[in-house]
Structures are given as structure tokens and as C-alpha cells.
């Protein structure tokens, strides 16, 4: 007679299995072809799993965290284009960076995983997917108020989430500790390449200089303390929280180190043009000279509300009609110019970016762990997000800063 427990054994075979030959497919080292058979396979062990739980409810914890994907998932693993797509599909992975998936949030991330608070607190999640401190004590609602039908009446605190790093390029890098790359700085010609057939002068000679560079991963952390037990046990509450605070605050930090991180490339800079619309347009002017192609402008909300109030005609800026449909707003596009309105105030300067020249934002995985025992006798759990993560800032032409110095 099978019993749950051996189904359980083939599940974990199928899935461990699964697993081993997508990264080896990722590396290189066999042909995705292969990946077909083992997931059908894991398929057929999952409904097999899931079949026999069903008749034992006091297993339904496991059923919970053996089930990947909800079966509306599975009506659309159709849509996939190749068996590895299919086989992240059947993990309930997330593909991220360079693998076809998309982000999905720290929530989604965390509920797709095996995490439960007393048999697995620390679970590792795909950075790519889910982009893809607590100073003050949280308040939260009494116990009668948990109903997890009533989780959408939660009003949380305003978040300011106008991020640039969902318009970057990104790569899922696992668990690297640096970034090593080689930079071309240098490009001086002398010389003229065109000349005389029977010519016997020197040739033009172009010089380049070209440097290794090894740059480190940087760490991205927050810890929410003394979060009800309660709270962290129901799935729709946890998930909400989790994608209000959790992830906003590591997104926030994971923006700012990319401003900081081309602050540090020190772009050019230039303030050619006497409204900020002209502006913009002389340094999409200055960056195609470069060979860039800009397709970002990134702006304070100062600047973009200066822009939006543009007049035209008679005095610009009293009584000329706006420049954009007031009724209508804003196109979302400036001379094919994505516009993102950052977090922050009025004094951080407009960049014309490059995203493909500019760079590439490395993440690599994101530890959730919950601590359930320092609290213990408080029934109160102490959650950690933990990422690692980098700018890496490519070829600084890729930017264009406007600003007079």
C-alpha cells in the first residue's frame, strides 16, 4: 500500500531532480529538451501527492507547502514557450533577470515557497523576481479583527514607491560576490583613415584604452520586529504586509544606491536651453553625438511639475495656454523619452539616460527568514529581507546629467 509518506519521497525526488537539471541547463551542460520529461514527471508526482492528501485533512499543512502552483496556474502553462519555462513553471520558480519570467513581489515570492513559520522559517527567493529597519513599534489590530476576509480594509501608510529600477536592464547573479567587467575609457584617433591607394605615409592608428574592473555585490537588509504570530500564520495578511513594508523598503534602498551609483560615475553634465524642455532636448542632442540612444529621463518632481506647467504663447508664465492637455495630463513619453518621476524632493538633478548603454543592475538571491523563538513567549516573530544586489555602472555615456556644474 503507498502511503503519503512515500508519495512525499517522490515528489522530492522529482522536484530535487528537476531542479538539478534546470541549473545545468542554465550553465550549459545539457540541452533544455531534457528538462520535458522530468517535469512531466514532477507533474505526475505533484497530482499524485495532492490526490492522496486530499483524503487526509490533518495533512494539509504539507498540501500547502508541496503545491507550487494553483491550479488557475496550471491552465496557463500552455502559454510557455520552451521546456525550461515550463519547468519554472512546475517549480513554481520564478525565472527573473535573462530566463523570460517576470517580477512578482516579495508576497507572491514568499508565498510560492515552502515557507512556514514553524517547520521552514528561512526560505532563499530569486532576487529578480521580487524586483523582480523598523524603527517604531507597529500597532496592530486585535485578534477579533484578523479575519483574513478583511485584509483588503487594511490602510497602510503612504509609501512614495516612484522607482527608477524597474526601467534598468537586470541579471539574476545568485549568490557572486563582485562583478568583474572590462571597461573601454579611451578612444583617440590620429591620423586621417582615408588616403591614396599607391599612399606610403603612415596609417591612421586608433588608440583605446581598455581596464579590468572588479566591483563588489552590495547587501540590501531590513529586519520588522515583534510581528503577531498570528498575523505571519495567515497568508493574506502576511502577504499584504510583506508587500507594503517588507519590499518597499529594500526597493527604496535598492533605488537609492543606483542614483548614488551614477552620481559616482560622474556623466556629463550640461544646462544648455532656457526652460527645463529645452533642457532635455540639447542633452538628447549631446548623448546621440556619443552614440548613446536615450530612451529614460529621470526627474524630480519639482522639475516634472515645471515641465507639466509649461505655457506657450502670449507671457509663459501667466496667462499662455499650457503646453499638454491639463484635462488629459501628460503623454508618458517626451521625445521617446520614458518619463520617471523619482522619490524625493526638488534638488536632485534630471538625468537622460541610456538604459542599454548605462548598465546592468546585478541581484542575486533574497533571504527571508522569520524568528519565531526570541519573542517566544509573546507569540511574536522578527522578520528579515536580506539581498544582495549591484549597480554596475558599465559606460558612464550612458547618462547625461542636467545641471550648469
Not at 503545491?67 to 512546475?90: E, N, Y
Not at 501608510?157 to 541579471?171: C, E, I, V
Not at 543606483?258 to 552620481?263: D, G, T
Request: charged share 20%.
Amino acid at each position: 500500500m503507498t502511503t503519503i509518506t512515500d508519495h512525499r519521497e517522490q515528489y522530492d525526488i522529482a522536484r530535487a531532480e528537476l531542479e538539478r537539471a534546470l541549473k545545468s541547463v542554465e550553465a550549459g551542460t545539457l540541452d533544455e529538451h531534457i528538462l520535458g520529461p522530468l517535469t512531466a514527471r514532477l507533474e505526475r508526482a505533484r497530482n499524485d501527492l495532492e490526490t492522496c492528501l486530499s483524503v487526509n485533512p490533518s495533512q494539509t499543512d504539507y498540501i500547502s507547502a508541496s503545491r507550487s502552483v494553483t491550479p488557475a496556474q496550471r491552465g496557463g502553462r500552455a502559454m510557455a514557450t520552451s521546456p525550461g519555462q515550463l519547468a519554472l513553471r512546475s517549480l513554481g520558480a520564478t525565472a527573473g533577470g535573462d530566463s523570460g519570467d517576470t517580477a512578482r513581489g516579495l508576497a507572491e515570492a514568499v508565498s510560492k515557497s515552502r515557507f512556514n513559520l514553524r517547520s521552514n522559517p528561512s526560505v532563499m527567493l530569486s532576487g529578480a523576481a521580487v524586483f523582480g529597519a523598523a524603527t517604531k513599534a507597529n500597532v496592530w489590530a486585535a485578534s477579533t479583527a484578523l479575519n483574513p476576509s478583511h485584509a483588503s480594509d487594511v490602510a497602510p501608510l503612504g509609501r512614495d514607491s516612484r522607482f527608477l529600477y524597474p526601467h534598468l536592464p537586470s541579471k539574476n547573479i545568485g549568490n557572486e560576490t563582485a562583478i568583474s567587467d572590462f571597461v573601454q575609457s579611451v578612444r583617440s584617433l590620429t591620423g586621417t583613415t582615408e588616403r591614396a591607394i599607391d599612399a606610403t605615409s603612415t596609417k591612421a592608428n586608433l588608440d583605446l584604452t581598455v581596464v579590468a574592473s572588479t566591483e563588489a555585490i552590495k547587501g540590501f537588509a531590513v529586519t520588522i520586529n515583534s510581528v503577531p504570530n498570528i498575523v505571519i500564520e495567515s497568508n493574506e495578511q502576511l502577504g499584504e504586509f510583506l508587500q507594503s513594508e517588507g519590499q518597499f523598503q529594500v526597493s527604496k534602498a535598492l533605488d537609492d544606491h543606483i542614483l548614488a551609483q551614477i552620481v559616482a560615475s560622474t556623466p556629463a553634465f550640461g544646462n544648455t536651453g532656457s526652460t527645463f524642455i529645452d533642457k532635455v532636448r540639447n542633452a538628447i542632442s549631446a548623448m546621440r553625438l556619443l552614440g548613446a540612444n536615450p530612451n529614460v529621463l529621470a526627474v524630480n518632481p519639482t522639475d516634472l511639475a515645471a515641465l507639466d506647467l509649461f505655457r506657450v504663447g502670449g507671457s509663459t508664465t501667466t496667462d499662455g495656454a499650457y503646453q499638454i492637455d491639463v484635462a488629459r495630463g501628460r503623454n508618458t513619453e517626451l521625445w521617446g523619452l520614458t518619463v520617471v518621476e523619482r522619490v524625493g524632493g526638488g534638488t536632485d538633478p534630471a538625468y537622460v539616460i541610456d538604459t542599454a548603454m548605462l548598465g546592468v543592475l546585478y541581484v542575486g538571491s533574497v533571504r527571508f527568514d522569520a524568528d519565531p523563538y526570541s519573542e517566544f513567549k509573546k507569540n511574536l516573530t522578527t522578520l528579515r529581507i536580506e539581498l544582495n544586489g549591484l549597480f554596475h555602472i558599465r559606460n558612464a555615456q550612458g547618462a547625461r546629467r542636467i545641471a550648469a556644474t
